[in-house]
C-alpha cells in the first residue's frame, strides 16, 4: 500500500515523543529531523520538505503546546493539518460549465493510465446522473481507440471515434456530438509520449486553443515520485492545467508526488486512481489523505 514507509517512519517519530511526556524545544527540533528524514525519503520535493518543516516546527514549539498537558498528542495534530493545508486544504470540485457540455481534456504521460482513468471518471460521473461521453483523440498510439471503445463499453459510457485523423479534428467534432446527443459531459483522451516532448505539448496547446475546455486535467502516476511531479512542472508550463488525478496510489508510491504536487505546480489534485477496476476512482480529500499517512 502506497506511504507505508512514510507512516512507519512518522509513527516512530511521534510514539519517541509520546514517550517523553514534558517536552523542550530540543525534543521538538529532534522530532522534526526525522519527520524531515522520512519526507526526503518518501521523496517529497525538497524545497516543499524544508517550508514544511518550518510551519510544523513554527507552530510545534509555541508555548500553548509545549506547556499542554499532551504536548506529543498536539505535534500529531498539527502535522495532521499542515499535511492536509501543503495537499490543498478542501477537495477541490471539477469545475462545471454553466453552458454544457464541460469539457474535460485528459493530458499526461503514455502509462499514466489516461485512457483508464478517463473511462473510470466518466463511469463516476455517470453514477451520478451525468450524461459523459468519451472522445479517442490519441491517435498516436494505434492500440489506443480501441482501449477507450473496452474501457467505455466495460463502464457503459458511449466512445467518440473518427479513426486516426487530425485529433483537433475529433475533439471538435466530439463536441458537437455531445451537443446534438444531450451528452453534458465530455472526456477527451489526449495522446501521450514517454516523456514531455515538445511536438507532444504544441499538439496540445493548439487543441486547448481550438476547444477551449472547462478543464485539462493532467493524469500523473504517484508510482513515479518526483518525475510525476516534473511532468505535472512541465504540462502546467505549457497548458496551465486545472487540476490533477493522481493514479496507482494503490501501488507502493512514497507518497512523494501526493504530497509535493500541489505545493510546486500550485494546482490540486481533484481525484485519485486507487486500483486497475474501473470503479476505483475517488474524489481527492487532502484531510483524508492526511490520516492515511498519518496511519
Ligand atoms: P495511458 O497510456 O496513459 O492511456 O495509460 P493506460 O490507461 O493504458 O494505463 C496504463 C496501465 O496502468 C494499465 O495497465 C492500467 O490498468 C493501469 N492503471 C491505471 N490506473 C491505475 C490505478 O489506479 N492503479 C493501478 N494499479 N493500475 C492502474
Redesign the pocket.
Known sequence: MAFEGLTEKLSAAFKKLRGKGRLSEADVKEAMKEIRMALLEADVNFKVVKQFVASVTERAVGSDVLESLTPAQMIVKIVNEELTNLMGGENSKLTISPKPPTVIMLC??????????GA?LAGFFKKQGKRPLLVAC?TF?PA?IT?LEVVGSQVDVPVFQMGQIDPIDIAKAGIEHAKKHGNDMVFI?TA?RLHVDEELMDQLKQMKAAIEPTEILL?VDAMIGQDAVNAAKAFDEALDITGVML?????DARGGAALSIKAVTGKPIKFV????KLD?VDLFYPDRMASRILG
Open positions: 499526461g504521460l503514455n502509462g499514466a493510465g489516461k485512457t483508464t482513468n473510470k490519441d498510439r489506443a482501449q483522451d501521450g493524469i493514479t496507482k496510489l494503490d501501488g486512481g486507487q486500483g486497475e476505483q
